[in-house]
T-cell receptor, first 114, second 113 residues
Framework: ETGVTQTPRHLVMGMTNKKSLKCEQH?????MYWYKQSAKKPLELMFV???????ENNSVPSRFSPECPNSSHLFLHLHTLQPEDSALYLC?????????????FGNGTRLTVT | AQSVTQPDIHITVSEGASLELRCNYS??????LFWYVQSPGQGLQLLLK??????LVQGIKGFEAEFKRSQSSFNLRKPSVHWSDAAEYFC???????????FGAGTRLAVHP
């Protein structure tokens, strides 16, 4: 069982819909991340939170809106997405921000935008 | 800027054969290096990491990797591959005080019986 749980596992949405992805970590970590994994492209870091505060927005379009109400929960709110946003969205956590703090990943949400 | 190159997109080996997956990195100082594995429909799982010290590091599932500073490489090895090792493998580099991991594009491993 992974210490990082993502829901839903699969999501299909139209371009005019609004939906949210949820991530919960049970590891007592302080930092949480959203990554996008598209076919044939390297993993792309989207957002980073440390102690609930956003520390990085990696030039992500505003149709993606993150929310981190506490160190254990992370959301990604989606609206007016484009077909090219279809991808696997991975949540991760680490004990702290720092190069020697490995990431623990959830199993991802497979998003399809129609 | 940091970068990671995994030269092999796909590799196929026979079960029981040895395996080496290549990883080259670019980083100005001593990096933190990682290998992750992703099975179909799953997230990424940490196999092993190198921070400092012994340049040969042991990981889970019988994997090991060797840090070679002179070659800027961190290749992953396993002496005998099992069918369950079929997955995608990602090398990653980090450094400094901020955990901004840079991932390679991945190597997809297929295992023939």
């Amino acid at each position: 069982e992974t210490g990082v749980t993502q829901t839903p596992r699969h999501l299909v949405m139209g371009m005019t819909n609004k939906k949210s992805l949820k991530c919960e970590q049970h590891l007592g970590h302080n930092a949480m991340y959203w990554y996008k994994q598209s076919a044939k492209k390297p993993l792309e870091l989207m957002f980073v939170y440390n102690f609930k505060e956003q520390t990085e927005n990696n030039s992500v379009p505003s149709r993606f809106s993150p929310e981190c109400p506490n160190s254990s929960h992370l959301f990604l709110h989606l609206h007016t997405l484009q077909p090219e946003d279809s991808a696997l969205y991975l949540c991760a956590s680490s004990q702290e921000l720092g190069g020697n703090s490995p990431l623990h990943f959830g199993n991802g949400t497979r998003l399809t935008v129609t | 800027a940091q970068s990671v190159t995994q030269p092999d997109i796909h590799i196929t080996v026979s079960e029981g054969a040895s395996l080496e997956l290549r990883c080259n990195y670019s980083y100005g100082a001593t990096p933190y290096l990682f290998w992750y594995v992703q099975s179909p429909g799953q997230g990424l799982q940490l196999l092993l990491k190198y921070f400092s010290g012994d340049t040969l590091v042991q990981g889970i599932k019988g994997f090991e990797a060797e840090f070679k500073r002179s070659q800027s490489s961190f290749n992953l090895r396993k002496p005998s591959v099992h069918w369950s090792d079929a997955a995608e493998y990602f090398c990653a580099v980090s450094g400094g005080g901020y955990n901004k991991l840079i991932f390679g594009a991945g190597t997809r491993l297929a295992v023939h019986p």
